[in-house]
T-cell receptor, first 115, second 115 residues
Framework: DAGITQSPRHKVTETGTPVTLRCHQT?????MYWYRQDPGHGLRLIHY???????DKGEVSDGYSVSRSKTEDFLLTLESATSSQTSVYFC??????????????FGPGTRLTVL | AQSVTQLDSQVPVFEEAPVELRCNYS??????LFWYVQYPNQGLQLLLK??????LVKGINGFEAEFNKSQTSFHLRKPSVHISDTAEYFC?????????????FGQGTELSVKP
């Protein structure tokens, strides 16, 4: 499995504050993804990256921004956290050899609570 | 647009009984199909995947799934479950021409194995 770590693993914050979640991978995978997991919704894609400084929006990108300045790090920022962003956030990577869809490897998740 | 429907949100079953978790997808183009498992407080782990070839796919922990193109289904089966199979299971789809490798997940099925 890809070495994927997420930090912090748990965070409690207040409405209106900025929050940054970090995903770090050691497999040199090109593609990285941020998902949120909510009961009854499965996982929904927030943003993804297809290379350093190359990112694109996913299904639920409003209120979130991302940055990728190095292959190994993908940051998710909530500019001004709201209670609706209380969720579990997962990072994933994909080696995507030859342009074919391949297995996505998931990090352990970050549980974010916005009060 | 693609979508995934997992027909059962919860499946209770007794230990050593067979189980089937149902997944239907909607897509106008060829797809790749995946089943992931999530144990409590952990990230997602790949169980099995269908990219091409044989429609019967075998995965880890004794699980298998069958791709049925005419019925647009990819049901997951195990002939005899164990207590340790208690987890949430997610079906996911990716279109075959999707260079971003983005996955669309179903809502999840909670499998509860009782002694």
């Amino acid at each position: 499995d890809a070495g994927i770590t997420q930090s912090p693993r748990h965070k409690v914050t207040e409405t209106g504050t900025p929050v940054t979640l970090r995903c770090h991978q050691t497999e040199n995978h090109r593609y990285m993804y941020w998902y949120r997991q909510d009961p009854g919704h499965g996982l929904r894609l927030i943003h993804y990256s297809y290379g350093v400084k190359d990112t694109d929006k996913g299904e639920v990108s409003d209120g979130y921004s991302v940055s990728r300045s190095k292959t190994e790090d993908f940051l998710l920022t909530l500019e001004s956290a709201t209670s609706s962003q209380t969720s579990v956030y997962f990072c994933a990577t994909n080696g995507l050899a030859g342009g074919r869809t391949d297995t996505q490897y998931f990090g352990p998740g970050t549980r974010l609570t916005v009060l | 647009a693609q979508s995934v429907t997992q027909l059962d949100s919860q499946v209770p079953v007794f230990e050593e009984a067979p189980v089937e978790l149902r997944c239907n997808y909607s897509s106008s183009v060829s797809v790749y199909l995946f089943w992931y498992v999530q144990y409590p407080n952990q990230g997602l782990q790949l169980l099995l995947k269908y990219l091409s070839g044989s429609t019967l796919v075998k995965g880890i922990n004794g699980f298998e799934a069958e791709f049925n193109k005419s019925q647009t289904s990819f049901h997951l089966r195990k002939p005899s479950v164990h207590i340790s199979d208690t987890a949430e299971y997610f079906c996911a789809v990716s279109v075959s021409n999707n260079q971003g490798g983005k996955l669309i997940f179903g809502q999840g099925t909670e499998l509860s194995v009782k002694p």
